[in-house]
């Protein structure tokens, strides 16, 4: 599994990438690998802002559906409309085509409470 030294973890298995002061997120290829194949993503929180651990919306696999949790404060600028015919990019390429959400960090000093990839890779126990 990969982990990219870039990025930014949490105990619930998001990532998210920081360029200025937009962000990505996504779920880890820890998360879709534990998930299995993922068949629909819900979000409908564009436009609005989101508080740090908060519910912004779901993501479906053939055996379950999780919660996906905000890794910090911030404004939902764009949710990644290819997921919707194309859900299965998040299994592919969880990093990259399959990010979830764009969003406006609104408090940037968040980001270090957050794991790098060896503290989430011990935390996965890998």
Avoid: C
């Avoid at 990025?7 to 998360?31: F, M, P, Q, S």
């Avoid at 919707?84 to 998040?90: A, C, M």
């Avoid at 969880?94 to 609104?106: D, L, N, Q, R």
């Amino acid at each position: 599994m990969k982990f990219p030294e870039s990025l930014k973890y949490t105990a619930d298995h998001e990532w998210i990438r920081v360029e200025g002061n937009i962000a990505y997120v996504g779920i880890t290829d820890y998360a879709q690998d534990q998930l299995g194949e993922i068949v629909f993503i819900d979000v409908d929180a564009e436009g609005e802002t989101i508080e740090q651990n908060e519910v912004f919306g779901s993501i479906e696999a053939v055996k379950t559906v999780s919660d996906l949790l905000m890794p910090v404060e911030g404004k939902v600028l764009e949710v990644n409309a290819d997921l919707e015919s194309e859900p299965e990019l998040v299994n592919s390429d969880p990093y990259g085509e399959g990010w979830i959400i764009k969003v406006e960090v609104s408090n940037a000093s968040a980001l270090d409470a957050l794991m790098t990839a060896a503290q989430y890779r011990a935390h996965i126990g890998e």
